[in-house]
């Protein structure tokens, strides 16, 4: 869905970690486990489980990690010294409650964050506050969210680095007679113009051609660049096919000769049996597009009543 996806109010055990206001009493007892074989040797993964308590509020614990392979070691001449690892860690712990008759629901996540490279480390911690307004009737989703506010606990070395603070908004939008919902999601609210900037190529020359290079960045595309659009088709209660368009993402990471599918995004979800299988493929850049795949499960339905 385009890298992100805090205004969609379901039973999907996953959207918490993006959003804690989106944890609900549906996600009662759910646990997901998820997987991604990211660029090279680098594999990513994430657990989580939920659950709600009536009268005291919904809870939801998740552990994500990257682990970026093995490397080769060597001195400052070049000889090889050895092999070490690195990986980063994020154990995530969230809390929401819903008010006036379940339409809003306020949550907040406490992230404790470990990363680690040779010899290298680093800890951290910070939370998100969300709130989402859900009316089910009208089947209509808004959520405000301010993500990551916290700190740096311990650097890398002496120099405190700042936490990515990124305050989105979103709204999702079903239909009474059509199985689709539409999604459009503002991010990185906290500053208009955060496009990225090409230093080598603007101001100044082709490094290829050596003709004079002048990229201007319009009002509208530096809007779009917060902008990501998405759809949920579900013909079935078992089938869901997903799509989203990032475009940032198309205007920084896509090769201006080649541009491919870069931006955009799919994916499949099948219910078969008490196991939901989700697949979804990103095209991040030509260099390759991960596969995303999780499968999750409501333990209720494996207890014998």
């Not at 205004?7 to 009662?28: A, G």
């Not at 074989?37 to 005291?56: C, E, H, L, M, N």
Request: net charge positive; hydrophobic share 35%; aromatic share 14%.
């Amino acid at each position: 869905m385009g890298g992100y996806l805090m205004n969609v109010y379901d039973d999907d055990v996953n959207t918490p970690y993006l959003n804690p206001s989106l944890l609900n009493p549906k996600m009662h007892n759910r646990a997901s486990l998820s997987y991604i074989d990211w660029f090279s040797d680098v594999k990513y993964g994430y657990a989580a489980y939920a659950r709600s308590y009536k009268g005291i509020g919904n809870f939801y614990a998740g552990m994500q990690y990257v682990n970026y392979g093995q490397f080769d070691a060597a001195d400052e001449t070049g000889n090889i010294t050895g092999t070490f690892t690195g990986g980063d860690y994020c154990l995530s712990i969230g809390y929401s409650r819903e008010f006036f008759d379940s339409v809003l629901t306020v949550g907040a996540n406490l992230k404790g964050i470990v990363s680690k490279m040779e010899s290298y480390g680093s800890t951290g911690l910070a939370t998100d506050i969300g709130a989402t307004y859900h009316n089910d009737e009208k089947k209509f989703t808004a959520s405000l969210l301010f993500r990551n506010i916290g700190t740096q606990l311990n650097p890398y070395s002496t120099n405190y680095e700042r936490m990515p603070i990124d305050i989105q908004l979103g709204i999702s939008k079903g239909f009474k007679h059509l199985p689709f919902r539409f999604s459009l999601i503002l991010h990185n609210l906290q500053k208009f113009n955060f496009a990225y900037i090409d230093t080598v190529r603007t101001p100044g020359t082709d490094p290829l051609t050596g003709e004079p290079v002048e990229r201007k960045i319009t009002g509208i595309d530096k809007f779009m660049r917060h902008v990501v659009i998405g759809g949920e088709f579900n013909p079935a209660k078992f089938l869901s096919v997903r799509f989203a368009y990032n475009y940032q993402r198309r205007k920084e990471m896509a090769v201006d000769t080649r541009k491919g599918t870069v931006g955009l995004s799919w994916g499949i979800g099948i219910k078969i049996s008490k196991i939901k299988i989700d697949y979804g493929r990103a095209a991040y850049h030509l260099a390759g597009s991960p596969n995303h795949i999780t499968l999750s499960t409501n333990l209720s339905e494996w207890v014998k009543k």
